[in-house]
């Protein structure tokens, strides 16, 4: 039995029955109050790890009570709406006063179970319900109740507490960096820094120090990571000679002695071992991340999640970006079950963000679905037709050898546009000077040539 203690208040005792069965059943401890006044005593004999709370309760509703426990800086714990009566946007509303989720009655048992096993999650991870009116970063969760999904939780759980460095492996739009950001917030050191290396400060800094003639500025990066994550992207955009000046600083006795988990992305399907084979990705490096190594399933993997990932989603960009609440019908649920998803998690976010910018009905039904990936993807061969004549074959090197390779064409492009004034490119690139002439070095590109060349 987990043990986790849940208080369920709602004004109808059926429901109050119906939710203690089944969560006793799943091995939770279970109290339940029908108003206010009995959730307060309640709260006040024993702080619940998680509370579901009904919106409409005579006297004293849902949403009324939720802000008093904020302006009584009660003790912390997570609070679930439960809305009867389709007022989604009440319950949006309850979201931005600390709840966690919401779920609408009549209440779907898999939706139950699936939002309070993430709210225990998250009380775990010591998340604390910010005040009334504070904004919250959502933490970043992995949807589905697959036998995939699950087995997949099942390795982030296994890993989360331990120091072995952990990397990503998948598809594009799968789920990578999502599953890092989990695996950060549900381990050791949930509360501790993530420092990512592909954000443009980071990044900058990361390449300043791989060029530098010692190692003290590498260290200076991990030191900024100590108790919490370093997140390296993915390991295939290092060149073989920045890998091992990575491995050299690692091996430095300070190194060894700071708190840091390292993680990482590989772009899929293969994994390190392939990597290696190829020679893109030396031994030393692929041996430090071998026991920490994740697969990231891509969608069609696990298609009948799809349901879950519709809702997931559609809740999030509703209540993060103002888009309005749309419903997908269980015909258009079905048909898009049955996509193949090349884009996996990113392009279904991608349509439903789509769908709801775009529609004015309530409902979405498997024509609008239809359309819309029709023209997700007409976006897509759009932006391939844009690529210059003769860098077709792009597609088919690396990500990092098809990346340096426009990136050489393109500043060499406008170094000769633009006469070799290294000032007007950094401006025109949206880079600093310093950072420029780094990529220039990199790419063996000279500017006083460039300036020659040009007419």
């Known amino acids: 039995m987990s043990g986790e203690y849940i208080l369920v208040v709602d004004d109808e005792p059926e429901i109050r029955r119906l939710l203690q069965e089944i969560l006793e059943d799943e091995g939770y401890r279970v109290m339940v109050a029908a108003n206010a006044a009995q959730a307060r005593a309640a709260v006040r004999r ?60 009549p209440i779907s048992l898999t939706r139950l179970l699936m939002t309070v096993r993430r709210g225990i999650e998250m009380g775990r991870a010591g998340r604390q319900m910010p005040p009334a009116g504070a904004s919250r970063e959502r933490a970043p969760q992995l949807v589905g109740s697959s036998a995939v999904m699950r087995a997949l939780r099942a390795r982030v759980e296994l890993l989360a507490p331990r120091h072995e460095p952990v990397v990503a492996v998948g598809e594009p739009g799968s789920g990578r960096t999502t599953l890092l950001r989990v695996l950060h917030g549900t381990g050791r050191r949930p509360g501790g820094p993530l420092v990512d290396l592909t954000e443009p400060e980071w990044a900058e800094r990361f390449d300043a120090a791989m060029e530098a003639t010692h190692l003290e500025s590498l260290l200076e990066i991990m030191r900024a990571a100590n108790g919490g994550s370093l997140y390296l992207g993915d390991l295939l955009r ?84 103002g888009l309005s609440y749309r419903h997908f019908t269980v015909a258009s649920q079905n048909f898009l079950r049955y996509h193949h998803w090349p884009g996996n998690i990113a392009e279904l976010r991608a349509l439903i963000r789509l769908v709801l910018a775009s529609g004015q009905t309530t409902e979405i039904e498997p024509a609008e679905a239809e359309e819309a990936l029709r023209s997700l993807r007409l976006q897509a061969d759009s932006a391939l037709s844009e690529v210059p004549s003769g860098y077709g074959e792009l597609f088919e090197l690396s990500l990092k050898d098809a990346r340096e390779r426009f990136e050489r064409a393109y500043l060499v492009h406008w170094l000769t546009e633009m006469g070799g004034n290294i000032s007007r490119l950094a401006e025109h690139a949206g880079v600093e000077r310093t950072h420029l002439y ?9 500017p006083r040539k460039e300036r020659r060349k040009r007419p």
């Open 46 to 105: 024993q702080v619940p790890d998680l509370v579901l709370l009904d919106i409409w309760m005579p006297e004293e509703d849902g949403v009324t009570l939720l802000k008093s426990w904020n302006v009584e800086k009660q003790p912390a714990f997570v609070v679930v709406m439960m809305s009867g009566h389709g007022t989604v946007e009440t319950a949006v509303e309850a979201t931005r006063h600390g709840a966690f989720d919401y779920i609408e009655k």
């Open 238 to 321: 290092l060149s073989l000679e920045q890998q091992s000046r990575l491995c050299d600083a690692l091996e430095l006795p300070e190194a060894r002695d700071l708190d840091v988990r390292l993680m990482a992305t590989l772009l899929g399907p293969e994994g390190l071992d392939e990597a290696v084979e190829r020679g893109r990705l030396i031994g030393e490096l692929a041996a430090d991340f071998r026991t920490g190594q994740i697969r990231v399933p891509p969608l069609r993997e696990h298609v009948e999640d799809v349901p879950e990932l519709l809702q997931y989603h559609t809740d999030r960009l509703h209540q993060d970006e």
């Open 438 to 446: 780094r990529k220039l070095r990199a790419l063996g590109i000279e």
